[in-house]
């Protein structure tokens, strides 16, 4: 259940890190890049078996992208598991990295994309992509038309129509605030690492209460959602335990 009464901090870190992101380039190459970025920003659920991150595949992808220019769309649809795995120091046989490729593959035959002047049409768009369309939360088609809006590539005015962008992080986030409260079968399934799978009754109750609990509270702290997002994104990163596992292209 959600306690929208706990006190949580309503404040923290927003915006895009221009040390650990390509911002500094041209605009159509920088969007390029958010583009490409978002169009793997998936996989947490098989990170640990990796033992990598989502810093740790961001770094790889910037630096790709100051040496040699982010991948243009005929690349993309050229670019296989070897090449990504080259890129993102992975291994080419694991399924995380077929996916990556094949979402970027997706990309390619995408682009080019008008990224137009609203952020709610642009995240329409992306839904075009079988990666993207994540019914009912369409968690990466709203943080990539946000990520556009923050790299500054474009200014959407109806930036604070998006939700927040709901995957196993902000729920995490959430519970170790005091906000949602899970019952003892969820908290043991969770706490012991079992994987709910991507579209189940619990993996989809614990994103939609989370986008139902942050609107509550974007609406106390009287900023859109996704600034609220990133804050409580940010601060997950260095709360103890652990988030659901789930194995899905949608976040």
Same mark, same amino acid.
């Given at each position: 259940?959600?306690?929208?009464?706990?006190?949580?901090?309503?404040?923290?870190?927003?915006?895009?890190?221009?040390?650990?992101?390509?911002?500094?380039?041209?605009?159509?190459?920088?969007?390029?890049?958010? /583009?490409?970025?978002?169009?793997?920003?998936?996989?947490?659920?098989?990170?640990?078996?990796?033992?990598?991150?989502?810093?740790?595949?961001?770094?790889?992808?910037?630096?790709?992208?100051?040496?040699?220019?982010? =991948?243009?769309?005929?690349?993309?649809?050229? /670019?296989?598991?070897?090449?990504?795995?080259?890129?993102?120091?992975?291994?080419?046989?694991?399924?995380?990295?077929?996916?990556?490729?094949?979402?970027?593959?997706?990309?390619?035959?995408?682009?080019?994309?008008?990224?137009?002047?609203?952020?709610?049409? !642009?995240?329409?768009?992306?839904?075009? !992509?079988?990666?993207?369309?994540?019914?009912?939360?369409?968690?990466?088609?709203?943080?990539?038309?946000?990520?556009?809006?923050?790299?500054?590539?474009?200014?959407?005015?109806?930036?604070?129509? /998006?939700?927040?962008?709901?995957?196993?992080?902000?729920?995490?986030?959430?519970? !170790?605030?005091?906000?949602?409260?899970?019952?003892?079968? /969820?908290?043991?399934?969770?706490?012991?690492?079992?994987?709910?799978?991507?579209?189940?009754?619990?993996?989809?109750?614990?994103?939609?209460?989370?986008?139902?609990?942050?609107?509550?509270?974007?609406?106390?702290?009287?900023?859109?959602?996704?600034?609220?997002?990133? =804050?409580?994104?940010?601060?997950?990163?260095?709360?103890?335990?652990?988030?659901?596992?789930?194995?899905?292209?949608?976040?």
């Amino acid at each position: 259940h959600i306690d929208e009464s706990a006190e949580i901090e309503l404040g923290g870190i927003a915006g895009l890190d221009a040390q650990l992101h390509f911002l500094e380039g041209a605009p159509e190459d920088v969007a390029r890049y958010v /583009l490409i970025l978002d169009a793997i920003n998936f996989g947490s659920g098989w990170f640990e078996e990796l033992g990598t991150s989502t810093d740790a595949l961001t770094a790889r992808l910037t630096a790709q992208a100051r040496a040699e220019g982010p =991948w243009t769309a005929a690349q993309l649809r050229a /670019l296989d598991a070897r090449a990504v795995a080259d890129t993102l120091a992975l291994p080419a046989e694991h399924r995380l990295t077929q996916l990556y490729a094949e979402a970027l593959n997706q990309l390619g035959a995408f682009l080019p994309v008008e990224l137009g002047d609203s952020a709610e049409a !642009m995240a329409e768009r992306l839904t075009a !992509m079988p990666f993207f369309a994540d019914h009912g939360f369409y968690k990466r088609a709203q943080i990539t038309a946000n990520d556009l809006h923050l790299a500054g590539v474009v200014h959407y005015p109806d930036i604070a129509r /998006l939700t927040v962008f709901a995957d196993n992080l902000l729920p995490h986030v959430l519970r !170790m605030e005091g906000v949602l409260h899970y019952d003892d079968e /969820l908290s043991s399934l969770i706490d012991a690492g079992v994987e709910l799978p991507a579209g189940s009754l619990y993996e989809r109750e614990l994103r939609a209460c989370a986008v139902h609990a942050c609107e509550r509270l974007a609406r106390r702290a009287g900023v859109p959602e996704a600034t609220l997002d990133n =804050w409580l994104w940010n601060r997950g990163r260095d709360l103890p335990g652990r988030p659901h596992i789930t194995r899905t292209v949608f976040y």
